[in-house]
């Protein structure tokens, strides 16, 4: 017989007063081992393993990160990121003489590898490939610069006559959309729970994913994919991998698992990143599928590893990707109950400084 059962068989009147003792002892524990950074890694050490699959998914993400650097190919996180340092190096205020020298060398590798291997999409390839020229147009010679230019030169793929370079500002869009319409749209979208029974079409969610992948991400690295479950019967099973969803899984249309790859990231600094970044790409999609007439309910997902183990298992997830969250999409059934829940008002949000 396990504790569980154990506590289980008490009598009522016993098992307030022992809680409340074990509360109390846990957190005697934890005042003790928050004073400083080493008792915190002794408690996480052995009190508390809550932490064992982030430790284990960082590192595994750092070792795909390095395998990824060193195979012939493409490693696209790599090569945005310094692509995007590199587009923020132009735009400088005064732009520097020389700049990149410390990595333009690698950048120009990963390009020449994975144009070689035609491994990369053809908007990344099109897009680094301007910036790269741009940036050799502009930049002064150290001998890792030039020596990085003649090897762009040699693989250098010339594109059509619009270029994906930095712009200035007055060329974007007007905005068509007034403060008082966004309103709208933000109060339109509420988490929904019941849907109809009708299927959502492949089509919307690609629109809808188009218009997500706008959202800003760290560098431009977007690391996350979206995983589609349109089936009502495997949206269900999937959804049911998630805690507070017993009482409306099973009327889930389709839906969708935000999904973070830490193999993006050499350091362990970044591991954040993927739930910001993928939050952002979330937030876009929920409103995008708002415009297209469909409502959506973001699923929590906390860090439990029962529950990490069966998702991943259902998703067939590496190690290292890690789910952000659950996104539950269809038709809003108009007879359907939303939650009024009251938000902060900009007093209580702001904090002027």
């Known amino acids: 017989m396990n504790l569980k059962s154990i506590a289980q068989a008490l009598p009522e009147p016993l098992k307030t007063p022992l809680k409340q003792a074990r509360d109390g002892i846990g957190l005697a524990l934890i005042r003790l081992c928050s004073r400083n950074g080493f008792m915190a890694s002794l408690y996480y050490c052995f009190l508390s393993r809550e932490f064992d699959r982030e430790h284990r998914a960082v590192l595994l993400g750092r070792l ?3 395998r990824l650097m060193r195979r012939k ?19 400088m205020r005064p732009r520097r003489g020389t700049f990149a020298d410390d990595y333009i060398g690698a950048t120009v590798r990963c390009y020449a590898d994975a144009a070689l291997s035609r491994g990369m999409p053809t908007g990344q390839q099109r897009w680094a490939g301007d910036v790269l020229n741009d940036y050799f147009a502009a930049v002064g010679s150290t001998p890792r610069i030039d020596s990085a ?4 030169a040699s693989v250098q793929v010339r594109g059509d006559a619009s270029r ?3 712009y ?10 007034s403060y008082e319409q966004l309103l709208v749209l933000f109060r339109r979208r509420r988490s929904v729970r019941w849907y109809l029974d009708k299927p959502v079409d492949n089509e919307l969610i ?8 706008l959202a800003p991400s760290a560098c431009n690295r977007q690391p996350f994919r979206f995983h589609v479950i349109n089936d009502p019967a495997r949206a269900a099973d999937v959804a049911s991998c998630a805690g507070g969803t017993a009482g409306f899984h099973d009327n889930l249309p389709c839906l969708i ?6 193999g993006a990231y050499p350091e362990a600094r970044d591991r954040h990143v993927i739930y910001i970044d993928g939050s952002l790409a979330a937030m876009q999609l929920m409103l995008a599928f708002e415009s297209l007439g469909l409502s959506t309910c973001p699923i929590n997902w906390p860090d439990i590893e029962a ?4 998702l991943a298992q259902k998703l067939g997830l590496a190690y290292h990707e890690r789910t952000v969250m659950l996104l539950a999409v269809g038709y809003a059934d108009p007879t359907g109950g939303i939650p009024y829940s009251d938000k902060k008002t900009d007093e209580e949000l702001i904090v002027f400084t």
Do not use: M, W, Y
Not at 168 to 177: D, I, K, T
């Open 64 to 66: 795909r990160f390095a």
């Open 73 to 91: 190919g493409e490693n696209d996180p790599f090569l945005r990121r310094n692509v995007h340092r590199l587009e923020k190096g132009l735009i």
């Open 149 to 152: 230019r003649d090897t762009f």
């Open 164 to 166: 994906c370079v930095p």
């Open 168 to 177: 200035p500002h007055s060329q974007l869009p007007e905005c068509p959309v």
């Open 206 to 213: 690609r629109q809808a994913v188009r218009a997500s992948s």
């Open 257 to 262: 698992a935000v999904v973070g790859d830490l």
């Open 307 to 310: 529950a990490e183990r069966r």
